[in-house]
């Protein structure tokens, strides 16, 4: 299964950071604008596992919103 997320990309002199607006506190890295959106493809694997973990024994539901 495949998401797609936007992320939001921020230059420095240090290279380039990334977040998921989607998904608070979901950042990170890298020297080029490359490695820095391979890095946050790692950085939502491992939230959404962690995010899974915490649902463990809940009831879950989707819903639709419309935007």
């Not at 890298?30 to 915490?54: C, F, M, P, R, W």
């Not at 649902?55 to 935007?67: K, Q, S």
Request: hydrophobic share 40%; charged share 30%.
């Amino acid at each position: 299964m495949t998401q797609r997320f936007r992320v939001a990309l921020f230059r420095s002199d240090e290279g380039v950071a990334v977040s998921v607006p989607g998904l608070p506190g979901c950042w990170s890295q890298g020297s080029d604008e490359d490695e820095a959106l391979e890095n946050i493809k790692d950085a939502i694997h491992a939230y959404l596992t962690v995010a899974d973990e915490q649902l463990e024994g809940a009831e879950i539901r989707e819903i639709e919103v419309a935007i």
